[in-house]
Each structure stands twice: as C-alpha cells, then as structure tokens.
C-alpha cells in the first residue's frame, strides 16, 4: 500500500469528524480521481437501493441485479457529479463567488464518503444475502424474520449515511465558497430549484411532444 493510498484513507476518515479541514486539505492536493470513485459508489449504492424498492429481485438473481446496477450505476454517479458541481458552480458565479470548478467538484465528490461506506455494505449483502435483498420487505419478515430485520437494519444505515451525505455535502459546498454553512445551505436549495425546474420544463416539453 502506498503512502498516497495512505494518505487519501485518512482524509475518508477525517471527513466523518472534520469535513471542512479535509476539503481543504484534498482541495489542496486535487484528489480529483478519488472525488470521482467515490461519486461512482454513490451512483451503484443509489442504483441498488431503487432495484430495491421496485423488488427487482423477484424475476432476478443476486448476479443480475449487480451486472444490471453497476454499469447504470456508475454512469448515475458521473453525470450527477458533474450535474451538482455545474449547478452549484453557476449559482455561485451568480452570487460572484470566486470559485474554480474543480474544486467545487472534489469537494462533491468527497461528500459520498458515507454513501461508499453503504454502497460496499450493500454488495456484500447482496452476495451473502442474494435475492431476498431485493424483495417486498413485509414478504421477507413473514417468511424469514432475521434476514427481515437484517433488511429493515440494512435500510435504516442506508437512510443515515444518506442524511450524513447531505450534511457533509453542505459543509463541503461552505468550504469551496468559503461562506457559512447556512448559506451553503441557501446554495444548495437554490441548486434544487433550479434542477427541479429544469426537470418540469423537460418533462412538459416531452408531455408536448406525445400529445401532438
């Protein structure tokens, strides 16, 4: 193991503790690639999490499930990387906040640190625990009630580290715009808005399209 691969596992720890001095320390050392992987684990873990919730598991095996959720996944994460890091770097060109886009996106990208956490817990239970992961959960504590709340367990950790995701997400976007985390806040709503926004009129021009 390098000291490079050594040095980046600290900054994954110190960025449940200490996410704004390890921003900047990975700002510092434009750990870009990492930003990257880590916003790829995001996309899987949030690709595996909706086969869940649509019981793909039903008609699909555990290897299914992974072939189908890695590749979607991994393209998910991409785009919504780049996605919020262009959002967020136009609202704050807006609010003429000096910014460099790379920097917005590494500190993004790092905010998944949680949600790699989830995601490598998620393929190992999909491995060990195979299809019943990706079935109504009310079937799966009738039938088998420790593997049900295994599951029920297993979605609680998952909605933590998606909240810890967002908290950290805020004190990372705080760092890069060096403003508070309250205003950082305001960025993100705004970011929302305008991608909601984008989404209905994308939606409407569609709808017009199929009602021609």
């Not at 040095?7 to 990257?36: C, D, E, F, H, K």
């Not at 072939?67 to 890091?85: E, K, Y």
């Amino acid at each position: 193991m390098t000291s490079s691969t050594v040095s980046l596992a600290s900054y994954w720890l110190q960025t449940w503790t200490r996410p704004r001095s390890a921003v900047r320390s990975l700002i510092g050392r434009g750990a870009t690639a990492a930003a990257i992987l880590l916003a790829l684990a995001s996309g899987v873990l949030q690709s595996l999490v909706t086969g869940a919730s649509n019981h793909v598991g039903t008609p699909y095996g555990r290897l299914v499930v992974l072939a189908i959720a890695l590749p979607i996944g991994t393209v998910w994460g991409l785009f919504q990387l780049h996605l919020i890091s262009g959002l967020l770097y136009l609202v704050a060109r807006l609010t003429s906040t000096p910014i460099r886009f790379g920097d917005l996106r590494i500190a993004i990208g790092w905010s998944n640190v949680p949600l790699s956490a989830a995601f490598a817990v998620w393929v190992v239970a999909t491995l060990l625990v195979g299809a019943p992961l990706y079935v109504d959960p009310e079937t799966m504590v009738l039938r088998t009630p420790f593997t049900g709340l295994f599951i029920a367990l297993l979605y609680l950790a998952t909605a933590g580290c998606f909240v810890w995701s967002t908290v950290l997400m805020v004190f990372a976007v705080a760092e890069v715009h060096r403003i508070s985390a309250w205003r950082a806040v305001g960025h993100l709503l705004v970011t929302v808005a305008a991608l909601m926004a984008a989404t209905g009129v994308t939606l409407a021009f569609v709808a017009l399209l199929f009602w021609r």
